[in-house]
């Protein structure tokens, strides 16, 4: 009888270990689970996590990239080959690779996205996020739940919000949704956000929170929201997002804000350059002349030019100090600003 208790205690421990849909490791990504194979390409999604976990592990430094929006875009291949020649650890994107995510037009377009892109997706572990047209179906109408199936299966994850550790950091993905707008969201970035005290913190999202660009203030809000004041209380290092397609980096409420929407899809105009304060730097369109666009450094004179030039943000950690850099296809660098982080 006693043997019998014993095998059956076992077994059930066996059952819900391999039941959970938590994935825990030296790297350990919560709300995401592994799928073997994506129905989309039929082959291994491209999934960071197994890349990351060969990584080392290391508590003091580490190097990695932010870009996105390039929406099928071919300039996405100049992003993506700078970004070799950078030689990061890793990546985490602000969304928008494909144009219309959802339904069947999603998956022809996540199809182009691996034969185009699939061999950095490999070679470097990117972390994903989800953008509106991630979701949006083939007359750009919003189809959530067919978006995230296919976002989903294409990057082996199993929410489009999520979150992980690496070194001596936490970074935090959240989707198109607004944390403002959802309890489940907002309670879910809190804990993760009380989880990371003492630890970097790095958000990454489509959405900003602040810009200069062309979105309307009902897309962003260019002021203190629920979801800022958040990162304010928990001392956020840096909050990376995409969507109003330019560069911008500002400083608000002791935090760090900066749009990396530079991987391809056209620029847009800076219709809000006047929300814009002391120290900060931006590159977008003139509002007057499509063909013109402009530079303005935190400090010193702008620079206008008549070619559009995409980019990537190398984020470098040595222990306290990060360093955030804007470099072009060309390897220009742009923008560069270092600053300690208050853990």
């Known amino acids: 009888m006693k043997i019998k208790i014993i095998l059956l205690s076992l077994f059930l421990a066996i059952f819900y270990s391999c039941s959970s849909s938590k994935v825990t490791s030296t790297t350990p ?51 993506l080959k700078i970004s070799d020649q950078l030689n990061p650890q890793f990546c985490i994107t602000t969304a928008d690779f494909v144009n219309k995510g959802a339904g069947e037009n999603g998956e022809k377009e996540y199809r182009d996205l691996d034969e185009n892109s699939g061999w950095f997706f490999r070679k470097y572990p990117t972390w994903p996020t989800l953008g509106n047209h991630e979701v949006y179906d083939v007359k750009y109408k919003i189809d959530y739940e067919s978006g995230v199936k296919n976002f989903g299966d294409f990057f082996g994850l199993k929410d489009p919000y999520y979150s992980f550790t690496y070194g ?17 969201r907002l309670k879910w970035l809190e804990k993760e956000l009380k ?31 629920v979801a800022t004041k958040l990162f304010t209380k928990y001392k956020v290092t840096a909050v990376f997002s995409g969507h109003d397609h330019l560069y911008y980096r500002t400083y608000r409420d002791d935090v760090h804000y900066v749009i990396s929407s530079g991987a391809g899809a056209s620029i847009y105009k800076l219709k809000r350059e006047g929300d814009a304060i002391s120290g900060d730097a931006y590159y977008g369109r003139e509002v007057e002349n499509k063909n013109k666009f402009r530079f303005h450094p935190s400090i010193g004179e702008d620079i206008s030019f008549d070619k559009a030039m995409y980019f990537v943000i190398s984020v470098k950690v040595n222990r306290k100090k990060i360093t955030l850099e804007m470099i072009d296809t060309n390897g220009k660098s742009w923008d560069k600003f270092t600053f300690k982080s208050d853990i």
């Open 168 to 184: 001596n950091a936490k970074f935090i993905a959240l989707d198109w949704i607004k944390v403002s707008e959802s309890e489940e």
């Open 195 to 225: 989880e990371a005290q003492g630890k970097h913190i790095f958000i990454f999202k489509h959405r900003p929170y602040y810009t200069v660009g062309s979105k309307s203030y009902k897309d962003v809000e260019g002021k203190s929201t």
């Open 29 to 79: 990504i919560n709300k995401s689970e592994i799928s073997s194979i994506s129905t989309i390409t039929n082959k291994a999604p491209y999934n960071p996590k197994p890349g990351m976990e060969k990584l080392p592990n290391n508590n003091k430094t580490m190097h990695f990239l932010v870009f996105g929006d390039s929406k099928g875009s071919d300039y996405l291949q100049d992003v």
